[in-house]
């Protein structure tokens, strides 16, 4: 997202410059804290799509009335492994850290905790939420469902979300392994990017209007699910896994059905969008045991990063790996923030 | 893997064929029922790997010792809503499916239920336990670890196994919405079958024993990870999903660290593999109520068939919808049985 004209800003000036702008814009200071959290990991690790240029976005919402400025999350524990969270519709970062929060509780009981997520809105990268959890020690999944973009295997019109499936797992004295994937090849930023640098996108990755695949970018309508033209089917289910999990099992709003993220030309920017999410946490302890899990997973990940390489590529990463780099690279030379986000953060 | 000199059997008489195959070598009722179970439902819908041309393999391994002929499960719940199953070196079957009974009945009271499996082997189709708990109402997942045939991303070595996640829920008066995928493109089987068939296989989804992308299903001695040349880190850390679960949270053995399935020549046939497995089973009645997800479900598939089809294709599918039309017609036409396992059945 970031071009050359990007500069970099030290992290804490642009935790306390988001902060502001929130706080400007009337969030509490209980869930814009939360935003603050989730969008400086995703600009940390570099996944600038879901980092600190959402600021702007969210400020509008709250403005809008889409976002409540000032959610009191309600927490209602269904089962001893299961609760809901209600967001009260205001950033949904917010209600998504207090579902791990409560799954992490309930799973130190029951061994899993599995909460859905109501009357939310964007939560920025669902990474975030599973990182949260791998980070106090529990294996942790994160899932929402988004706004339409991604066409179904042989479908012609956008169907479900680039809805990321995110997995994490503690590791010993070391990052956490950690996976944030979209089920789409390609998030839609990426064609954007190469609509403005005239570039033409890869194979099997988007399509036109029709749902034909196309490699014009200005072409481009929507997203073919990871698999492309071949093995598609595989991402679009798994695109349905996220729906099934966030929308369906905690009663929510369908990929279809979303008012448009950024409301659009005349769009709607005060109705709240009952977006749904689902956090599930599981406790080594109740399984193999904190120590035989932290081996394992030690031993497991040695042995992947040592694996043979292929001529021409230049070593095996672990998901995770290429991320902890960029973080540790930001958090020395700063965080690159395209033109528009530093002048609207007073940068 | 069956070609034209195939012969289609009854289900009826393939059942009694394979159970009196398993009680020839040995296998107690309750686990050879499992297992008869598990490959039925594979050739049911038309994962004929994984069905009933299994009956051999597992009779060699009873025979063997590998497998223990009159196994006795030990279910030890660790928390309300956790469970470990010892399959006692059994067929892997029984374990499974009795890990998902002890899953549901977790769910019942806590929301939730997530069982691990440990000393089990080789269960077949994952789909069959995903299956088992969406037909008695709960949004289910299983996955399992197998041996090594897929390089990593950038890898030049087998490293994880096919990897299957599997999930299914429940859909009001309809066959269960049914993912049951490979975390690799294609099966191993399907390599064998372009060999011996003389055909190209697609690009992208073998590799050379170099870890080089090959469309030569002669010179393909490992599968790439489902996304490609491009995307296959996805695919590959999917592969890491099934093993951190199945292997790293059980404490039962890495992909590499298998003894190698058939044995092979001079191979170990006597020696427990120590499998294992997972299964995560969810109550709808403890998020959404059954009432309104089983109404969201039904919206949610009606308006998947119904999507708009891209040209040249025929119409839209729901994850499911090709393997329960394959089992119509199979419960009406016959099972097709390969010859060899045709004459190990003594049909």
Not at 32 to 39: C, E, G, H, P, S
Not at 61 to 70: A, E, F, I, S
């Amino acid at each position: 997202m970031q071009g050359n004209q990007a500069q970099r800003f030290p992290v804490a000036v642009l935790e306390q410059k988001v902060a502001a702008a929130l706080r400007g814009a009337g969030a509490s200071e209980a869930s814009l804290a939360a935003a603050v959290r989730a969008m400086l990991h995703a600009s940390l690790v570099g996944v600038d799509s879901h980092g600190v240029r959402l600021t702007e976005h969210y400020c509008t919402m709250l403005g809008g009335g889409r976002l409540n400025k000032n959610p009191q999350l309600k927490v209602d524990v269904r089962g001893p492994g299961s609760a809901m969270v209600n967001g009260d519709d205001g950033l949904g970062h917010y209600a998504a850290y207090k579902a791990v929060d409560v799954a992490i509780e309930l799973a130190l009981e029951a061994g899993v905790g599995a909460v859905g997520i109501e009357h939310s809105s964007h939560l920025g990268a669902a990474g975030a939420y599973a990182l949260a959890g791998a980070e106090r020690g529990f294996v942790t999944f994160a899932t929402t469902n988004t706004d339409s973009m991604v066409a179904l295997f042989d479908g012609a019109a956008r169907f479900h979300g680039t809805n990321p499936l995110a997995f994490a797992a503690p590791v010993p004295g070391s990052k956490p392994w950690l996976l944030d994937m979209a089920t789409s090849s390609i998030p839609m930023n990426r064609v954007l990017l190469h609509r403005s640098l005239g570039l033409e996108l890869p194979a099997g990755v988007a399509a036109d209007k029709d749902g034909r695949a196309t490699t014009d970018p200005q072409a481009a309508e929507m997203l073919l699910p990871l698999g492309g033209a071949e093995y598609g089917y595989k991402g679009a289910a798994l695109a349905g896994v996220a729906t099934l999990f966030s929308a369906l099992l905690t009663g929510t709003t369908l990929d279809a059905d979303f008012i448009p993220m950024y409301g659009g030309p005349g769009g709607d920017i005060s109705t709240p969008r009952n977006m749904g999410h689902f956090v599930l946490v599981i406790d080594p302890d109740k399984f193999a045991g904190r120590d035989l899990f932290g081996a394992m997973v030690t031993r497991y990940l040695a042995s992947l990063r040592g694996a043979p390489v292929r001529e021409g590529a230049e070593r095996v990463m672990a998901p995770g790996d290429r991320e902890w780099e960029e973080m540790a690279r930001r958090q020395q030379d700063g965080v690159p923030v395209d033109p528009d986000t530093a002048r609207f953060l007073g940068l």
